[in-house]
């Protein structure tokens, strides 16, 4: 009996762990300086498919092939500014964390303004109106006060 739970517990852990995967990136850089931009790009650019990650703390596919992607342009001689701009124009302005200031990313840049001020108008108008309610219950309990210390 002590046998077959032994069994069961190793075929359940067997079922359960065997979708784990582990992968691990090993790069060779030809020297720091490339070292260091691969870094500082894998940093600095997004992931497109997780929110709010940069490549370096992703473990999603899209992440892997991007850091791979990098590494491989940064192998090939290419600037961190010729990089950047190749993954804008692949995956647009979401992929770096602080897109530029133009007609497409106008949004991005007014929107949390737009946000704080709307919400602003929301908590005044509420104030507003719960302050005319108060008025109005106040002299219809005047009236109703009145009223009855006349009777």
């Known amino acids: 009996m002590k046998n077959m739970k032994v069994i069961i517990l190793a075929l ?5 762990s065997w979708q784990v995967q582990a992968r691990f990136e090993i790069h060779e850089f030809a020297n720091e300086q490339m070292e ?3 870094n500082v790009l894998v940093k600095e650019l997004r992931c497109t498919v997780c929110q709010n990650q940069n490549l370096a703390d992703s473990n999603a ?10 590494y491989k342009k940064l192998k090939e001689g290419n600037s961190k500014e010729q990089i950047v701009d190749f993954l804008v124009k692949r995956y647009g302005d979401f992929v770096i964390y602080r897109p530029p200031v133009k007609a497409t990313t106008f949004l991005l840049w ?3 303004l737009l946000f704080i001020v709307l919400a602003a108008l929301v908590v005044f108008s ?3 109106r719960q302050k005319v309610a108060a ?3 106040d002299k219809q309990q005047q009236k109703k006060a009145k009223s009855l210390l006349d009777d």
């Open 12 to 16: 359940v852990t067997l079922f359960m």
């Open 36 to 38: 260091e931009d691969y």
């Open 61 to 70: 596919e899209l992440a892997q092939d991007m850091r791979i992607l990098v």
């Open 110 to 112: 007014v929107g949390p």
């Open 126 to 128: 509420n104030m507003r």
């Open 135 to 137: 008025e109005v219950v």
